[in-house]
C-alpha cells in the first residue's frame, strides 16, 4: 500500500487541487491574520501594504503561520518588502507607479524578434515559442493582443513542431510593430491610480445606425456626422467601432494618462475591444489604429454593454436627431467637435 506525498507532475486534477489549498491559505491570511492586500498565483504569494513596517508586520505574520501549519515556505525566493518588486515574472514599482518586464525579458523578447523577422520561412515550434513570449507580454502591453491575430492565424491547419510556415508580410509587420513596442514603451505600463468610476476618469457614449451616421458623447463634449451610401452597406459592428476611433483621436489629448469606459449597445463590440482582438480583417485594422492612439497616450480602456434604449443621447445623435440630443444631454456644448478630414469615416471604412 502506498500514497502520493506530493501532487504528481502532469497529473491533469493537480493544478486545481493546488488551487484550492492556496485559496484557502489566502484566505486564513485575510479573515484570521487580517492581512487586507494579498492575492496568490499558484504557489506565489504577493503581499502589499501602505508602509514597510505593516508590510514587515503582515509579512512576518503570514511565515509564521504557515511554519505552524507545516506549509513550507522557500527562504531564498521569499523578498523582503521593497518599493520594487517582481512577482510572476513582472517588476512591480510602487514609487514609479509602474508595472514593467524585467529587462531581462525585454532583451530576450527583442533577440527573439530580430533572429526570426528577417527569415523567410520558420517552423511551428519557432512560431508558437514567439507567440508564446509576446502573450505574456501582454501582462503588461494588454492591447498587443491585436497584434498577435495574424500570428496565430499562421499556425491554424499546421499540426507538425518541424513543419516549415511563410512568414507573410502581415506577420512580419507585426513583429515590426512588438519591436516598437519593446523599443520605445520599454515594457512598461503606468498603474493607473483612479478607479473606472472615479471623477477623472471618462464615459464615452458612442452609436451607429446604419440608415443615418454615427455619433459619441463624453462629458460635455459631442461630434456626428452622415456615412455614405456604400459605407450603409457595411456591418453594424464596424460602423459602431468607427466613432470610438474618432472619440480616440479627436479627443486623445483630455483622455493622456486617464481611463475611458467606453459605453456600446452592440454586445459583439464589447467583447472585442475588451478581448483587444478579433479575426475581422476591416475591424481588425481600426482595432490596431484605436490601439496604437491608446498607447501613445498611456489611456487605459475597457467596454461596457448599455441597452439601447439607456443609450439616448448618442443613439439621437446617430439618427443625426439634434434636437432629441440636446434634451437628452442639456449640459452638452452647443456645437460639435470638427473632425479633422484625415480622421473622417472615408479614411478608414
Known sequence: MYFDKCLPFGLSCSCQLFE????????????KLAIPHIIHLLDDFFIAANTKDSCEEHLSKFLDTCNDLGIPMSKEKTTKPATTISFAGIELDSVAYEARLPSDKITNCLSLIEHNRTKKKITLQELQSIIGTLNFCCYIIPSGRAFLRRLID???GITKPHHKIRLNKEARSDLLMWDGFLRNF????L??????DSNTSFQLYTDSSTTFGYGAISDNEWFYGPWTPQQKQLNITTLEFYPILAAFLVWSKKFTNKKVTIHSDNEALVYILNKCSTTDPLLLTLLRKLILTSMRHNIAFRSVHI?????TSADALSRLNLQKFHQASPQALPYPTQIPAQWLPNAFI
Do not use: D
Request: no cysteine; glycine share 10%.
Open 307 to 311: 441597452p439601447g434604449v439607456k443609450n
Open 20 to 31: 484550492i489549498f492556496s485559496s484557502s491559505v489566502e484566505w486564513i491570511a485575510k479573515e
Open 154 to 156: 499562421l499556425t491554424k
Open 191 to 196: 498603474i493607473h491610480s483612479e478607479g473606472w
Open 186 to 189: 520599454n515594457g512598461k505600463a
